[in-house]
C-alpha cells in the first residue's frame, strides 16, 4: 500500500538541505524553525531513518537526505512545468459567455472590438435562460435578477431605470402632455417588467391600457417596435440609449423609475479559466461605470 508522505515535509526537506539551516529553510517558505523542525521529524519518522545531524549551527543532511532532496527539486521543475503547461492549454479554450440576447445586442455587440482585446476566444451563447455554469460548459454568465446565486460569485454591473419611450411621429399623433394621457395610447408591454412599476412611481393607478395589448419577452425587439410607431414602451433607458440620443426614441416625460432588478456578472470561483475570467470582469465593471 502507497505510503503518503506530505507536501509541505517534502519542501521544507529540500529547502534545509540547500540551505543547511532550519531557520532559513523556514525564511523562504514564510514558516517558523520550529515549523520546518516538525515538518522533517515527520519525514524522518515515516522514513524510519534520522535526516540531518546537527554540527554547530549547522544541520547537515545525511546521504538519505540528499538524494531525497535531489528528487524533490526535480518533481518541482516537473510540477511547475506540469502546471504552467496546463494554464497554456486553459488558455487556448474559448471562454463562453452565456447572455440574454437584448443584452448582447444592446450591450455587447458594440464592445465586441475592444472585449477581444481582453479576451480573445470569448465563445457568446445567447440564451434568455438560465444558463448552467456546472454542466451546460458555461464560464460566465450575465444574469438579470437579484441574486446572489447558490455556490456562484457574482457582481452587479448596473441597474437600469426605466421610462416611456416612443417615436417623434407617434409622440405627434398622440401628444402626450401628462402621464395620465398614457392611459389613451397603446402601450407596449414586456413580460419581465409591468407598467405598473412606472405608474405607482408617479403616484398614479395602472391604466387598463397597460393590462391588454402588445406584450414582448425581448427588450430589443419592443424599443424597435416603439422605434417604427406602434406604441409607447416602458424601455430601459441604458438600453434605448443610442436611439435616444439619435432621436428615433424620445422621452415625453421626465419621469422614471429604477428597475428593481439588475444585470450581474456571474463565475464559478473553482473555474480553472478564473483569471481570465477576472480580467473580463474587471473590463465590464469599469466600462458599465460610464456606460450607464
Not at 73 to 95: G, H, M
Not at 244 to 263: C, K, M, N, Q
Request: aromatic share 8%.
Amino acid at each position: 500500500m502507497a505510503t503518503h508522505v506530505p507536501y509541505n515535509s517534502l519542501r521544507a526537506l529540500e529547502a534545509a538541505v540547500r540551505h543547511r539551516s532550519y531557520s532559513r529553510a523556514g525564511r523562504e517558505l514564510n514558516v517558523t524553525h520550529g515549523a520546518v523542525s516538525q515538518q522533517i521529524r515527520r519525514l524522518e519518522d515515516e522514513l524510519g531513518q534520522t535526516l540531518f545531524i546537527r554540527l554547530g549551527n549547522d544541520m547537515n543532511p545525511t546521504p538519505a537526505a540528499e538524494e531525497l532532496a535531489k528528487a524533490v527539486a526535480k518533481s518541482t521543475v516537473l510540477l511547475t512545468n506540469a502546471i504552467e503547461d496546463a494554464r497554456f492549454q486553459a488558455s487556448l479554450c474559448p471562454l463562453v459567455i452565456s447572455i440574454g440576447s437584448s443584452f448582447a445586442r444592446r450591450w455587447l455587440a458594440p464592445r465586441m472590438a475592444a472585449i477581444s482585446k481582453i479576451e480573445p476566444s470569448l465563445e457568446v451563447r445567447t440564451d434568455d435562460g438560465l444558463a448552467n455554469l456546472r454542466s451546460d460548459g458555461v464560464d460566465v454568465a450575465i444574469r438579470f435578477g437579484i441574486g446572489p446565486w447558490t455556490g456562484l460569485e457574482s457582481r452587479q454591473i448596473f441597474q437600469d431605470s426605466l421610462a416611456p419611450v416612443c417615436s417623434p411621429a407617434f409622440l405627434e399623433r398622440h401628444p402626450l402632455e401628462k402621464p395620465e394621457d398614457l392611459a389613451n395610447v397603446p402601450l407596449l408591454r414586456h413580460t419581465g417588467i409591468p407598467w405598473r412599476l412606472w405608474f405607482e412611481a408617479q403616484g398614479l393607478p395602472t391604466p387598463p391600457a397597460a393590462l391588454r395589448g402588445l406584450r414582448f419577452d425581448d427588450t430589443s425587439f419592443m424599443l424597435d417596435a416603439a422605434a417604427q410607431g406602434v406604441g409607447v414602451a416602458l424601455g430601459r433607458i441604458g438600453f434605448a440609449k443610442d436611439e435616444l440620443a439619435a432621436g428615433t426614441l424620445v422621452r415625453p416625460f421626465a419621469g422614471e423609475v429604477d428597475i428593481p432588478t439588475a444585470h450581474h456578472f456571474v463565475w464559478r470561483a473553482d473555474s480553472h479559466k478564473l483569471a481570465r475570467i477576472e480580467a473580463l470582469r474587471d473590463w465590464m465593471l469599469a466600462d458599465s461605470a460610464t456606460a450607464f
